[in-house]
DNA sequence: ATCATGCTTCGGTTACTACCGAACTATGAA
DNA sequence: TTCATAGTTCGGTAGTAACCGAAGCATGAT
């Protein structure tokens, strides 16, 4: 009892439908606007206004200033990976959404977590990467191998630059819909980032979902195989 | 937009203080009762009779009815694992407690999560458990290795058995205050049982925070050395 | 300067829900 | 049977907060 952090405030701000579609629209690493998030929770733009300025001061967000436009994106990648934590659970103790939608099993399939390939995809793309000995290592302090440097390079991807960036160059996180891990972090970044400049993959409008090609699906595979 | 599962169905059902407050008592892995509970969250008993019920209607809570008693206690370790996760991401955000409580200290050297050790002690316990080749493994995939059934032969834990229950025998869980992972599982749980069981270590009443002896603490990090 | 756009602040309404008192059901003990 | 304990259901109250319209800034374009 009154035992450690203030859970409840923070799952009540998650719990107000209007800010979890805003959130849930930024789970893909984007940076949106005001008007943007308003569109995406289907309310007025004063009354996200008042949303966001709350979900700001609890460090949920980050803002950044562009002219008139107010950018806004997770402040994390702990956010995102708490928010499928909590898809995960409503998963599993059956709290679907009143209408599933058709997107659901594109959005198993393969999607964007924060700015990495997570789903279906996500998660056999990374046990292929260890399996190849790309990466290796124990829980969330996974490291990319000698070997896996070379493999990054001839993807055009230098690890040494991005081992040098603040951000971690090489993290896990856990998939709702596999309940298993994908690939995150800088190499995860830059990772989903090159499935699109190959022309294998590319985003479906406004949503997370990610669609591969037959041709791009195909030498996907072989890459890693 | 209105993608996946419902988060802020369950997200509201955690973000109630009264029912966080039920949870957060329910962490310890105990089964306990309505009344027992209503005294934790601090409201009525037909207050806490319908929170229980919207709990249990959600698949968060499992109840066992005994006698006139009914006993209610988490519905698996994942739900602890979430409720984990948001007090990791309450404690990250700044949103502590208003009033943080002298016990705080003591909860994030030791306490029990479930069934298992977490805290600095739990974390440090699986580190030594990997590092002395008696669990190996990747992410959630951990195994109890060969010497490592020797090893908990010697405490007089028969993992053989173990592995034959439904339970998985060894799974990893994430910290909040540590933000790193410790043992659960079956294997967790007979674990931290030992301790008690060795008298190296005893539960506070009517908390999670676990205390060692100073000669429970020393065996202790002999048995791991 | 004037206008347009992006966003915030203010005020008032509405809807929800947590809460408790009181009455009721169910199980067990004497 | 009678009483006690554990828990649920019902009804009414009260506090909260989500919501929008309107007005108010602030920045950028013309």
Redesign the interface.
Known sequence: ?????????????????A???M???LMDGRALTATELAH???VTLQTTSGHLARLEA???LRVEKQGRHRYFRL?GE??A???E???????????????P?P??PA?RQARICYDHLAGDMGVWAFDRL?AKGIVA????HVHVTQEGRAFFARLDIDVEALAHERRPLCR?CLD?SE???HIAGAIGSQFLRKLFEKGWARREK????VHFTPNGRQDFSKLLA
Chains 1, 2 share one sequence.
Request: hydrophobic share 45%; aromatic share 2%; net charge positive.
């Open positions: 009892m009154k035992e450690g952090p203030n859970l409840a405030a923070v799952a009540a701000l998650l719990g107000d439908p800010r979890a579609n959130l849930t629209a995406e929770a289907g609890a460090r949920l402040s702990d956010v990976e708490v928010l934590g909590l898809m995960g659970l409503a998963a599993r103790t059956g709290h679907l959404r009143a209408k939608g997107k659901d959005l260890r290592g124990h829980d969330r896990v709702w309940r298993r891990y406004d949503s997370r979902i």
